[in-house]
C-alpha cells in the first residue's frame, strides 16, 4: 500500500514538474499565404518553429528549466518575449516591425516592452520638429530615463537571466545612437529646409558616440542594434579612405586595423564579406576572398565562403537581372526587361516604411532632373501586402510619386530573394546590357546619385 502510494505521488510530482518545464504559446498573427511558420529564437538562433493555419492562428511549446528571454518571429515582425517555465503565453503577429503584441502570461515581457518605447513620443514628427541642440539632449536625457528604468526593472524581477541587465543596458545604448543617424535628413524633409546647418556639430557628436563602441566583447554580437551602429561607424571611416583597393579590401584592412577582439574581427569581416562581395567586379571578387579566407579562421564562417561567392556570381555585380512582370498604379502590366538598352533604377520600399517615405522626395526631384534623359527609367517597386494596395494607391497619389510605381504583390518573395533583399528601402541599378550594375546601391537623397545614372548611361 505505502509503495503504491508512492508511486502515485512521484508519479504526479513528475507530471507537475513536467508541465512546469514547458512554456506554451499561441496567437494570431496577420497571415499573408508567404510567412508559413513563427520561428522560435534564443540569442538571434531559432530553436523552434510553430506552423501557422490558413486562419492565421498557431500553437505550439518549448521546454525551458529556467526564466529565459526568447522572441518570436513572423515576417517582418520580431516580438522580445521573457518566457517562464509553466506559462502560457499568447501574442498576435503582424507583418510589419514593431506590429507584435502580448496578450496574456507574461507580466515580465509588459514591463520590458513598456520600458523599451518609455521615453518616445507617440507622433515622431515633435522629435524632428525639434532644434539639433534640443534634440541631442533629449536623446541624452532618454539614454538615462532608459538606463534607470531596466536598472528598476531588473531589480524587480530578480530571477532574470544573468546576462540579461547587461543585454538591456547595451540594446538601450545602441539602439539610442542608431536614431542619430538619420535624423538630420528627417529633420530636414519633416521642416521642409534645404540643408541642415547643424551638421558640423552633428558629425562631431557622432564622433564622440563612434568612441564609445566596444570592440572587445563578443557579447555584444547578439544585439542587432550594436551591429548596425558598429557597421556605420565603420563605413564611415572606410568612405575616407582614398587609395586604388576596393571597398571591401579597404573595409578588411580598417577592421584588422579597429578591432581588438579576434571573434569581434572575423565575425565583421565576415560580415561585410557576405554584404558587400556581390557590389565586386567579377574579376575582384576572387582577390577579396583570398584575403577573407587569410583573415578568416572560424570553420563556421570559412564554410559559408563558397555560398557567399556562388551568390554573388549569381545576384551581384555584371549577374544578369531577375526579371518581373509587375502591375503599376493604373492596372498596366510592366516588365523590367522591357528596358533592356537603358539603364534602370530601381527603388523597393513599403507605405509603413519611414526611411523610404523620406526618400520620395530625393527620388521625385531626381526623376524631374533627369527627365529629359532618355536612357534612364526609374521605377518604384512597393513591397505592401496585398491589404494594404488602396493604401499604397493613396500614397502615389499623396506624394505625387510620378512614372513607374509598381505593386510586388505575391511576386514579392522571389523578388526579395533574386535581389537579395534584406530590409527596404533597397536600391538596386542595372545597366543598359540588362545585367546589375550594383545591388543595394546608393539613395536619391546621396548627391553622387545623379552623377553616377548619368555616367552610366553614356
Not at 545602441?174 to 542619430?180: M, Q, R
Not at 579566407?293 to 563556421?300: A, F, L
Amino acid at each position: 500500500m505505502k509503495r503504491s502510494l508512492f508511486t502515485i505521488l512521484f508519479t504526479i510530482a513528475i507530471l507537475i514538474s513536467y508541465g512546469q518545464s514547458k512554456v506554451t504559446f499561441k496567437g494570431t498573427v496577420e497571415y499573408n499565404g508567404k510567412d508559413k511558420v513563427v520561428e522560435v529564437k534564443e540569442n538571434n538562433r531559432t530553436i523552434k518553429t510553430f506552423p501557422v493555419n490558413e486562419n492565421g492562428t498557431f500553437n505550439g511549446e518549448i521546454s525551458l528549466d529556467k526564466l529565459t528571454q526568447l522572441s518570436l518571429g513572423y515576417s517582418f515582425c520580431n516580438l522580445p518575449i521573457i518566457a517562464k517555465p509553466g506559462r502560457d503565453i499568447t501574442v498576435s503577429l503582424g507583418t510589419q516591425p514593431y506590429t507584435g503584441k502580448l496578450i496574456s502570461g507574461s507580466p515580465e515581457t509588459q514591463y520590458y516592452l513598456d520600458m523599451r518605447f518609455l521615453i518616445y513620443p507617440a507622433d515622431p514628427k515633435i522629435v524632428f520638429h525639434m532644434p539639433w541642440h534640443v534634440y541631442k539632449k533629449y536623446q541624452e536625457d532618454a539614454l538615462l530615463t532608459k538606463m534607470r528604468y531596466s536598472e528598476i526593472f531588473c531589480m524587480a524581477y530578480n530571477d532574470m537571466p544573468p546576462l540579461f541587465k547587461k543585454e538591456v543596458e547595451q540594446y538601450n545604448k545602441y539602439a539610442n545612437f542608431s536614431l542619430l543617424i538619420n535624423w538630420p535628413q528627417f529633420h530636414v524633409n519633416t521642416n521642409k529646409l534645404t540643408e541642415f546647418k547643424e551638421e558640423a556639430d552633428w558629425r562631431a557628436h557622432m564622433e564622440t558616440l563612434f568612441e564609445q563602441i566596444e570592440w572587445n566583447d563578443p557579447f555584444l554580437l547578439g544585439i542587432p542594434q550594436y551591429v548596425s551602429f558598429a557597421e556605420y561607424a565603420l563605413n564611415e571611416k572606410i568612405k575616407k579612405v582614398k587609395n586604388d583597393k576596393s571597398f571591401l579590401l579597404n573595409s578588411f584592412d580598417h577592421i584588422k586595423n579597429t578591432v581588438i577582439n579576434p571573434e569581434i574581427k572575423e565575425y565583421f569581416i565576415y560580415h561585410y564579406t557576405n554584404k558587400y562581395l556581390k557590389d565586386e567586379s567579377p574579376s575582384g571578387r576572387e582577390a577579396v576572398m583570398a584575403a577573407f579566407r587569410e583573415s578568416v579562421k572560424n570553420p563556421k564562417f570559412l564554410a559559408q565562403a563558397e555560398k557567399i561567392l556562388a551568390d554573388a556570381k549569381q545576384f551581384g555585380s555584371d549577374a544578369p537581372a531577375f526579371d518581373f512582370t509587375l502591375e503599376d498604379v493604373n492596372g498596366n502590366m510592366v516588365t523590367l526587361s522591357s528596358f533592356k538598352g537603358k539603364v534602370v533604377y530601381i527603388d523597393f520600399w513599403a507605405t509603413w516604411c519611414a526611411p523610404c517615405r523620406a526618400e520620395i522626395p530625393h527620388m521625385n526631384k531626381l526623376k524631374e532632373e533627369l527627365k529629359d534623359n532618355k536612357d534612364i527609367v526609374m521605377i518604384c517597386v512597393s513591397t505592401d501586402q496585398a491589404a494594404d494596395k488602396d493604401k499604397w494607391k493613396q500614397m502615389v497619389k499623396d506624394m505625387k510619386m510620378e512614372g513607374y510605381q509598381l505593386f510586388a504583390g505575391d511576386k514579392y518573395p522571389d523578388i526579395r530573394k533574386y535581389y537579395k533583399i534584406s530590409g527596404i528601402p533597397h536600391f538596386t541599378m542595372i545597366g543598359k546590357d540588362g545585367k546589375i550594375y550594383k545591388n543595394m546601391t546608393i539613395r536619391p537623397s546621396n548627391p553622387q546619385t545623379k552623377s553616377v545614372l548619368i555616367d552610366l548611361a553614356k
